[in-house]
């Protein structure tokens, strides 16, 4: 089956501008999770879903960046004025259950410019 | 809070050599711990897990990995290693009471001929 994807592969954008990046999880999944992983780093945890509620947004850095997931399948991550340290690789992943093994899409190369 | 060290940041290796790569964690209940494989432009994905019972874990193309509770350590091997495993290596840790993953810097594999 389709595991999960995350669109758009790569966004560049300038300074100050917003963002969406998407995320379709494994049909079936009702866990999702944001991950961010900067260069030379591992992923660092942003928000984690189950269903269509935000269950632990401690992770996002601040009040600039949002993620929905309205219907519990499809999640955004959103990013208002950004800046040149959001520049990542956002993950997404998805889990049948929470504390299940997760598994993640691609990722969404961001950079801010 | 947990935390996840692997301190080797990159090793070179010689293709049909055995391959060691060394985790370190910081948990205070039973942990869970994975390794996941990152290539160039792709997700992770994982190798394998451990959750309880036996220690000594089997996982994908040909990685095994051991759990030492007395050293905190969740180390990667494998015994013969071809050029595909050239990639980075992430260990993580997470619980049956934390959905979140922790993830260690990781390690960068090279395999030369």
């Known amino acids: 089956g389709a595991g999960v994807s995350q669109t758009p592969s790569n966004k560049v954008t300038e300074k100050g501008k917003y963002v969406e990046l998407r995320c379709d999880p494994i049909?079936?999944?009702?866990?999702l999770y944001w991950y961010r992983q900067s260069l030379g780093q591992g992923p660092e945890f942003l928000i984690y879903?189950?269903?269509?509620?935000?269950?632990?947004d401690s992770g996002l850095p601040n009040d600039r960046f949002f993620a929905v997931r309205p219907e519990g399948s499809v999640s955004t991550l959103k990013i208002q004025r950004t800046e040149r340290g959001d520049s990542a690789v956002y993950l997404c992943?998805?889990?049948?259950?929470?504390?299940?093994?997760?598994?993640f899409g691609p990722g969404t190369r961001l950079t801010v410019l | 809070a947990q935390s996840v060290t692997q301190p080797d940041i990159h090793i070179t290796v010689s293709e049909g050599a055995s391959l060691e790569l060394r985790c370190n964690y910081s948990?205070?209940?039973?942990?869970?711990l994975f390794w996941y494989v990152q290539s160039p432009g792709q997700g992770l994905q994982l190798l394998l897990k451990?959750?309880?019972?036996?220690?000594l874990v089997q996982g994908i193309k040909g990685f095994e990995a051991e759990f030492k509770r007395s050293q905190s350590s969740f180390n990667l091997r494998k015994p013969s290693v071809h050029w595909s495993d050239a990639a980075e290596y992430f260990c993580?840790?997470?619980?049956?009471?934390?959905?979140?993953?922790?993830f260690g810097a990781g390690t960068t594999v090279t395999v030369r001929a």
């Open positions: 049909s079936g999944h009702t866990a």
């Open positions: 451990y959750f309880s019972g036996d220690t």
């Open positions: 993580a840790v997470g619980s049956s009471n934390d959905y979140k993953l922790s």
């Open positions: 879903f189950q269903g269509t509620g935000a269950a632990d």
């Open positions: 948990y205070g209940a039973t942990p869970y």
């Open positions: 992943a998805s889990s049948l259950e929470p504390n299940n093994e997760q598994f």
